[in-house]
């Protein structure tokens, strides 16, 4: 009796990506994954991301899902959104990845097959392991903010990643169950510690593979003040709380 494929969900949040969301799914759809579903979590954007979600839903070259939230809350809130939807609907493996197009999609069966044949938990897409990169034409603060966040991270909640803020990741459905992914709190690169640190807590593996990470082509990066005072307290906030997350 022939197997059958895990289902394999990448979760997209958008916010004014009509321009990139076409290109993200046609290179998805290249990587020719069987079994793979596409779940875009649009925050009303008013650029019409939205519209042109569910018109990839309908005539799209893979499986296109749409979850429109009609609240600009935060990357986090969408992302656990997606999720959730995503574990609902039966998803065996869940890859959360932005619309941006800064995230290699040819990397992902990279990542599916570290997890699907190690005692990995989650896979990181990594810059800073060996043989990753970030783009070229990332100015100088950029890529010192990113290093010191990552060294503050990890001074603070011993992750033993490279890469702490990562946001392109291939999680089993179980880890994500696992973690209480819907419990998850934190906004912006402060989320993707939290769930870093939810899975070191429970004594499971973070796996990283290398990936180039570019810059965005079209739109406007979503980086705020707030999102990085986030960042800055919520490793504080995990290593701290009263309560085990």
């Known amino acids: ?40 979590v649009d925050d009303n954007s008013p650029d019409g991301t939205g519209e042109v979600a569910d018109k990839l839903g309908i005539d799209g070259p893979i499986p ?42 040819e990397a992902i069966p990279a990542m599916i097959e570290i997890l699907t044949t190690t005692d990995a938990a989650v896979v990181l897409g990594s810059r800073y392991v060996e043989g990753g990169a970030v783009a070229g034409d990332w100015p100088w603060h950029r890529k010192a903010l990113s290093a010191w ?19 392109f990741k291939a999680w089993h459905a179980k880890t994500l169950r696992d973690i209480d992914v819907e419990s ?28 180039r990470f570019e810059e965005r082509t079209e739109g406007v990066s979503k980086m705020s003040l707030s999102v990085q005072l986030e960042s800055a307290l919520v490793p504080w906030k995990l290593k701290f709380g009263k309560k085990s997350l």
């Open 184 to 211: 998850v709190q934190s906004n912006g690169y402060a989320f993707q510690v939290e769930m870093n640190y939810r899975v070191v807590q429970r004594g499971m593996k973070i796996a990283e593979t290398p990936i």
């Open 1 to 40: 009796m022939e197997s059958v494929a895990p289902q394999i969900t990448v979760v997209v949040p958008t916010y004014n990506e009509r321009e990139n969301l076409p290109k993200l799914v046609d290179r998805l759809a290249a990587l020719k994954i069987p079994n793979l579903h596409v779940l875009v």
């Open 149 to 167: 966040a990552n060294f503050y991270v990890n001074a603070i909640l011993r992750l033993h990643v490279k890469d702490a803020t990562a946001g």
């Open 64 to 105: 296109v899902g749409v979850l429109h939230r009609t609240v600009k809350d935060g990357l986090g809130r969408a992302y656990v959104a997606g999720m959730s939807r995503a574990l609902a609907e039966n998803a065996d493996i869940v890859i959360q990845m932005d619309a941006d197009l800064s995230h290699p999609s």
